[in-house]
């Protein structure tokens, strides 16, 4: 089947189920640190902002890099690359990747 995306069913920080629940609870978004509510958040504790969750892979990667408190690349670039606009393979066609590679 040929998508413009993929669609992830899982946790976009660690890939697990989301649990959705039947009242809205307290949130953070693990992307970028905003606060908010939902009814679904994944096994691990994570949720992921719509604004997050929408965003242009430059967006994505900033928003992340300023909220991270993390020392270790790798783990930072892992969880990045779980992100649906992020292309693990080929050049990306979003304006971000033109006006830096």
Do not use: F, K, N
């Amino acid at each position: 089947m040929a998508a413009e995306h993929d669609h992830h069913l899982g946790c976009l920080i660690c890939g697990v189920p989301l649990d959705y629940r039947s009242e809205a609870t307290p949130v953070v978004c693990a992307l970028c640190g905003r606060a908010g509510a939902s009814p679904m958040i994944c096994g691990a504790g994570h949720y992921v902002c719509d604004a997050c969750h929408a965003a242009p892979a430059g967006q994505v990667i900033e928003r992340t890099c300023l909220a991270s408190e993390s020392l270790d690349p790798l783990a930072l670039a892992t969880g990045l690359m779980r992100h649906p606009s992020l292309r693990l393979h080929g050049r990306s066609t979003t304006s971000w990747s033109r006006r830096c590679c």
